[in-house]
């Protein structure tokens, strides 16, 4: 009998289709998942025979194990932008003007509700939920750079 066969009569303390430590966990369904990682052996752990990728009659269904983890936040901003133009005939110079109900708020719904479920829910002061939205990557500090003209 060869060292591969022993082994397999003897069984595999990995036989379980979930690896995790809560035996009674059940996975989210496939639709739920974002990614999928495959890890395959490449040689056999007992006679270091090159193992084939693709899975066999008498391979087992895959264990797994599910990490869930919050997205990366990333604020979505919208730039409003008034441009000006000249008149073709020589005229004067004219300005577009940005709407008063886009200049009235500097933050969109979704973020101001979600500043407001943190004051409210978890009560946590003006500067603490300031302190929280401020480092959201991509948003910036809310400043101009001087290059560009304040809208009046």
């Not at 639709?31 to 193992?51: E, I, K, Q």
Request: some cysteine; hydrophobic content about 35%; charged content about 20%.
């Amino acid at each position: 009998m060869s060292a591969c066969s022993k082994l397999k009569s003897e069984g595999s303390k990995f036989n379980s289709r979930n690896s995790s430590s809560n035996s009674n966990a059940i996975p989210l369904p496939a639709n739920r998942v974002n990614a999928t990682l495959t890890y395959v052996p490449s040689v056999c752990t007992n006679c270091h025979t090159p193992l084939p990728i693709e899975p066999g009659l008498n391979d087992l269904e895959p264990s797994w194990h599910q990490v869930a983890e919050l997205p990366r936040p990333a604020a979505v901003v919208t730039e409003h932008q008034a441009r000006a133009r000249t008149c073709p005939c020589r005229g004067p110079l004219n300005h577009a003007a940005i709407p008063a109900e886009v200049r009235a708020h500097v933050i969109g719904p979704p973020l101001a509700a979600m500043m407001s479920y943190l004051s409210g829910r978890f009560h946590l002061s003006k500067r603490s939920v300031g302190e929280l939205v401020e480092p959201v990557p991509d948003a910036g500090s809310g400043r101009r750079p001087r290059s560009r003209r304040p809208i009046s």
